[in-house]
């Protein structure tokens, strides 16, 4: 490996940052005048509409002169020049009087900017120009820096999570250096795309970072940012997407029924049939579970069933990694339930608010209106999410003035039984942040400690032995969520003693991308729209993510009465075609009964799990069709993969016919449970599998009679024969 490092000034001016595998000119103006990757000579930089490197935003203009001359609204100031000095890029704006520093890290696989520090001469917090009284500032009002923005030209792959384009000869992405920077791109009218990369007030503005990654191609675009995540000694995203034991399905264990003692065996019987080997285990598995949606979380006390905690979780996993299976752990770890210690009797003052109210009169314990000093336009007026939060107590509304005196009329004092307190005028509190999914829980102010304290817990159980998870809800942070999500995510599994083989999350920003190299799960499709939802979302998100070099989970999937091999055949097909997983919820032992096809619909899973790794590149884009279906075969010590068809059958049965070795066959199956199906011909073979063992048939008044039930094979020589046989039968 060459060790190619370079920063250095031309005679005009502009200035040269080069490593190995690039070389990016920014010209004296702030503009940059080229992105030439090495090794082909491209250059990948857009060039019809140039726009600075760097700029910063003000919420409105602060110098005094600019203030007065333009409107006080949020402003861009675009750089305007840059110089190279004694190794920092020294930077002026437009129409503001102080500069930056931006410090670079030119390294063997990418490089640095990084906000050094802002610039401050004698006169530029001056009031007026000379007049030698100081405004009361010390840092620049600044609200945004752009550390970075660069117009490159779009290539044949554009992964908007990671910020990448990528084709088979060239590489190019902007990536934050932590969850503080905010990453983004803009679409240009010609197609290109300005990769841009922000350091934001109140979350990190002075030492902000971004990466730029520029390489040969989508491969080694992966090699860079695996020497990244290592040097920066981040969760290892290129690592767990290599893993190819990553794109197997899972069985997710919900915790709510599966106490009893038969359990453990019951799991591994499901997963064995199917062929799965990743089981995610819901939190509740382990702790208390709430009544009621996440009414508990938060709490995360054992159960009787683990009553020495830790310990007997680390014997659970133990026996269950001894048979051959792998352990992950769902959670949620933005949830508070409104059950739970955090909540009830005394709301703890770290629960997220999403207003803020000023008491405008004190309010007694007796009080039934609240009056505060701030409009209450807006407030929400769900009947469940209705709550006010002052000091430890919970306010439950009815509607609210919109005119002054501002007020919160028909309250319920200790909603959630909190306890009853008199508050002092000009206490401040605000509207609860309630969860929209059943308002059985409320989410975390994540600019406190709450967030830690609870991941904490998480990790407690997760350190039990578990190797992989599922971050469920972690859209519930209030904005950025850009900033949030991805932060809440990262300060639980920095608790984790092991990294997790992979992650799956509810949502994602863009720093997750290190961790969740899982993507998310769909959740769940009804049988009737199953296959139009499959390729509605999944589908899509599919060919989406993978310009991302991630994959998504074709899951959930609920094993419902209702559910026939052909649905579940045409989801996990298409679900290997991608290189993708699903995800099977375990069916309680009460519900598993009711399926009468469960043994076929588990066959199903087990033998795509089998040929996932045997699919060629044709089959795969065979798969990708949305309309057409295909199935496996067992054709001796292997399977085959044919196209099937959808035949007109009786009521309750389903057929689909396939040709293969020159004859005509027919899979089918009793929707719900069995009948005698008459067919109008004679000598038919017909069997438990493609090659199986002969099925009973008889013969009454020349027709041939079977009994339909679980999946089975018809064959004739004629195809025609076999299409009307079947369309004609009748059920007696």
């Known amino acids: 490996m060459s060790n190619v490092k370079k920063l250095y000034s031309n005679p005009d001016g502009s200035i040269v940052i080069e490593n190995r595998h690039f070389t990016l000119t920014v010209g004296k103006n702030a503009l940059a005048e080229g992105l030439i990757l090495k090794k082909n000579g491209r250059d990948l930089l857009d060039?019809?509409?140039?726009?600075?490197?760097?700029?910063?935003?003000?919420?409105?203009?602060?110098?005094?002169?600019?203030?007065?001359?333009?409107?006080?609204?949020?402003?861009?100031?675009?750089?305007?020049?840059?110089?190279?000095?004694?190794?920092?890029?020294?930077?002026?704006?437009?129409?503001?009087?102080?500069?930056?520093?931006?410090?670079?890290?030119?390294?063997?696989?990418?490089?640095?900017?990084r906000l050094g520090d802002f610039i401050i001469t004698a006169t530029d917090f001056e009031s007026v120009p000379g007049c030698g009284y100081k405004l009361n500032m010390d840092v620049p009002p600044v609200q945004e820096f752009r550390l970075l923005s660069l117009s490159v030209k779009r290539m044949k792959n554009f992964g908007q999570w990671l910020n990448v384009t990528w084709d088979d000869d060239a590489a190019v992405a902007v990536i934050g250096t932590s969850t503080a920077t905010r990453i983004d791109h803009e679409k240009r009218d010609n197609g290109a795309l300005t990769l841009t990369a922000d350091a934001i007030r109140g979350i990190k503005l002075v030492g902000c970072s971004c990466a730029l990654i520029c390489t040969e191609g989508g491969e080694s675009m992966l090699d860079a940012i695996d020497a990244f995540e290592e040097a920066l000694d981040l969760p290892r995203g290129v690592k767990s997407r290599r893993d190819p034991s990553n794109k197997t399905s899972i069985l997710?264990?919900?915790?709510?029924?599966?106490?009893?003692?038969?359990?453990?065996?019951?799991?591994?019987?499901?997963?064995?049939?199917?062929?799965?080997?990743?089981?995610?285990?819901?939190?509740s598995y382990f702790?208390?579970?709430?009544?009621?949606?996440?009414?508990?979380?938060?709490?995360?006390?054992?159960?009787?069933?683990?009553?020495?905690?830790?310990?007997?979780?680390?014997?659970?996993?133990?026996?269950?990694?001894?048979?051959?299976?792998?352990?992950?752990?769902?959670?949620?770890?933005?949830?508070?339930?409104?059950?739970?210690?955090?909540?009830?009797?005394?709301?703890?003052?770290?629960?997220?608010?999403?207003?803020?109210?000023?008491?405008?009169?004190p309010l007694s314990e007796t009080d039934t209106?609240?009056?505060?000093?701030?409009?209450?336009?807006?407030?929400?007026?769900?009947?469940?999410?209705r709550v006010l939060q002052f000091g430890g107590e919970l306010i439950h509304y009815e509607s609210y003035t919109e005119?002054?005196?501002?007020?919160?009329?028909?309250?319920?004092?200790?909603?959630?039984?909190?306890?009853?307190?008199?508050?002092?005028?000009?206490?401040?509190?605000?509207?609860?942040?309630?969860?929209?999914?059943?308002?059985?829980?409320?989410y975390v102010g994540q600019n406190s400690s709450l967030q830690d304290e609870v991941s904490a817990k998480l990790a407690g159980l997760y350190n039990c032995g578990f190797e992989f998870c599922y971050m469920d809800g972690s859209e519930g942070t209030?904005?950025?969520?850009?900033?949030?999500?991805?932060?809440?995510?990262?300060?639980?599994?920095?608790?984790?003693?092991?990294?997790?083989?992979?992650?799956?999350?509810?949502?994602?920003?863009?720093?997750g991308w290190h961790w969740m190299s899982g993507g998310n799960a769909f959740?769940?499709?009804?049988?009737?729209?199953?296959?139009?939802?499959?390729?509605?979302?999944?589908?899509?998100?599919?060919?989406?993510?993978?310009?991302?070099?991630?994959?998504?989970?074709?899951?959930?999937?609920?094993?419902?009465?209702?559910?026939?091999?052909?649905?579940?055949?045409?989801?996990?097909?298409?679900?290997?075609?991608?290189?993708c997983p699903i995800t099977l919820i375990c069916p309680a032992t009460w519900e598993l009964p009711a399926n009468k096809r469960a043994s076929d619909n588990f066959e199903v899973i087990r033998r795509w799990e089998e040929y996932r790794d045997q699919l060629t590149e044709e089959q795969r884009t065979l798969l990708r069709d949305p309309v057409n279906e295909y199935t496996l075969l067992k054709?001796?010590?292997?399977?085959?993969?044919?196209?099937?068809?959808?035949?007109?059958?009786?009521?309750?049965?389903?057929?689909?016919?396939?040709?293969?070795?020159?004859?005509?066959?027919?899979?089918?199956?009793?929707?719900?449970?069995?009948?005698?199906l008459s067919l109008a011909c004679g000598n038919i073979s017909y069997r438990d599998e493609y090659e199986g063992s002969e099925l009973p048939t008889e013969n009454i008044d020349g027709k041939t009679v079977i009994t339909v039930s679980d999946k089975a094979y018809i064959t004739l020589s004629s195809k025609d024969e076999l299409v009307n046989v079947i369309a004609e039968a009748t059920v007696i």
């Open 47 to 113: 060039k019809s509409a140039p726009i600075p490197v760097f700029s910063l935003m003000e919420n409105r203009p602060f110098n005094n002169e600019i203030k007065l001359m333009y409107p006080n609204k949020r402003t861009v100031f675009g750089a305007k020049s840059v110089e190279l000095v004694d190794g920092r890029i020294k930077v002026y704006f437009d129409l503001v009087s102080f500069g930056a520093w931006v410090d670079v890290e030119i390294e063997d696989e990418y490089v640095i900017f």
């Open 252 to 283: 997710r264990v919900p915790g709510l029924y599966l106490h009893r003692n038969e359990s453990f065996d019951y799991v591994i019987n499901i997963a064995k049939k199917c062929g799965i080997t990743k089981l995610l285990f819901s939190d």
């Open 287 to 361: 702790f208390i579970p709430p009544k009621r949606g996440y009414a508990l979380h938060g709490n995360y006390d054992y159960n009787e069933r683990f009553p020495n905690g830790p310990s007997d979780v680390k014997a659970f996993l133990d026996k269950l990694k001894a048979e051959g299976f792998t352990p992950g752990l769902h959670f949620l770890q933005t949830h508070i339930g409104i059950e739970s210690r955090y909540v009830t009797p005394v709301a703890d003052h770290r629960l997220n608010l999403t207003r803020h109210f000023t008491l405008a009169k």
């Open 369 to 385: 209106t609240v009056y505060v000093e701030e409009p209450t336009a807006d407030a929400p007026m769900q009947v469940d999410c």
């Open 403 to 442: 005119e002054p005196p501002y007020a919160f009329l028909g309250c319920k004092r200790g909603h959630f039984d909190t306890n009853v307190t008199e508050h002092p005028m000009g206490l401040i509190g605000g509207t609860l942040d309630v969860s929209e999914f059943g308002a059985t829980s409320v």
């Open 478 to 511: 209030p904005p950025p969520h850009d900033y949030h999500v991805s932060n809440a995510q990262y300060r639980t599994i920095k608790l984790f003693d092991n990294p997790p083989k992979f992650c799956e999350g509810a949502a994602k920003t863009h720093f």
């Open 523 to 579: 959740d769940v499709f009804q049988t009737q729209n199953f296959k139009k939802h499959l390729t509605q979302f999944p589908f899509d998100e599919a060919e989406q993510i993978r310009q991302d070099f991630t994959r998504v989970d074709f899951g959930w999937w609920y094993f419902f009465e209702d559910i026939e091999p052909d649905i579940y055949e045409f989801g996990i097909s298409r679900a290997v075609a991608y290189d």
């Open 635 to 676: 054709v001796g010590d292997g399977l085959e993969m044919v196209p099937y068809d959808r035949m007109t059958a009786p009521e309750g049965i389903t057929a689909y016919g396939f040709e293969h070795n020159g004859k005509y066959h027919v899979t089918l199956w009793h929707k719900k449970d069995s009948a005698k």
